[in-house]
C-alpha cells in the first residue's frame, strides 16, 4: 500500500528522523547537501553512483532520496527506474541539465519533483517538506475518508480505494507512486470536472508557488500507462485542450 512509502516522523521533531539517501557523483555538491540537510534533522545516507544507491536502499531502506541525473556508468534515470521496480519511495531529481526533454525523462523515469543546479538548500529543504506533509497527508487520509470504493471503470474492474490506499484492476493492486495516487485521488473527487494545472499543482504538489506544470503532464502520462485500457488513446484520464485534465468514470 502507499502509505508504506510515508516519510514517517518529521525531520526536525519526534524520535525518528526522516532517512534521505543522497545520491550525486560531485564530492563537493554531495557535502554540501549533507551539511545543509543534517543541520535540518535529516539522517543522511550517501552514494557517488547508482551501483551504490541500490544497494543502499537495500540495506537501508530510506524515506526519500535525491537523485543527480548525470552519475556515470549507469545514470540517475536507470537508477530512478530500477527503484521503481521494488520501491514508492519519493524521489527528486536534481541537475543541470535544464531542457524540457530531461526534466520530463526524469519525471517520466518516476521522480516525484526535480531541481535544477544551481540550487540553495532551502530550495530542496521546502520540496522535501512538501513531500513530507503529502506523505503525511496519506497516511491519515484511510482513517479519516469514506470507505466506500470508486469505480472508475466498471468493464476492467478498475476501483479506486481511498481507504486502502491503493488501486485495483481486476481485482489485482496496481504500483502506483505517492504521486500518481494522490493526483487520480484528485481527479476522482471531482469527476467529470477539469482541474487545471495549476490546481492539480496546489492539491497535489502543495507546492503551486514554486511548481511546473510539467509535473502534472509527465505524472499525468506514467499514470496513464498503469490505468488506461491504451494509454495512447485515453478514455478516463482525458485532457481537455487549454484547460487542464478531467476523469470519465466508465
Known sequence: MLKEAALGASATMGPMPTRL?????????RAAMRLGLEDEGYE?????????ALSQM???????MIVDLMLGAVDGFTCIREVRKFSDVPIIVVSARADTHDIVAGLEAGADDYVTKPFQIKEISARLRALRRRATSAVMQPEEANPTDVVLDS???????????MVRLGGQQVSLTLTEFQLLSELAANPGIVLSRTTLLERVW??????????VDAHVR??????????????????????GYRLDRR
Not at 58 to 64: E, G, L, Q, S
Not at 155 to 165: C, E, F, I, K, P
Not at 231 to 243: H, K, S
Request: glycine share 8%.
Open 206 to 215: 502543495d507546492q503551486g508557488f514554486f511548481g511546473d506544470e510539467r509535473l
Open 222 to 243: 506514467r499514470l496513464r500507462t498503469k490505468v488506461e485500457r491504451d494509454p495512447a488513446n485515453p478514455e478516463l484520464v482525458v485532457t481537455v485542450r487549454g484547460m
Open 155 to 165: 468493464g476492467r474492474d478498475l476501483v479506486l480505494s481511498t481507504a486502502a490506499g
Open 21 to 29: 539517501l543522497i545520491v550525486e557523483d560531485d564530492d563537493r555538491i
Open 58 to 64: 537495500h540495506a537501508r531502506t530510506p524515506d526519500v
Open 44 to 52: 543522511i545516507i550517501e552514494a557517488d553512483r547508482a551501483e551504490t
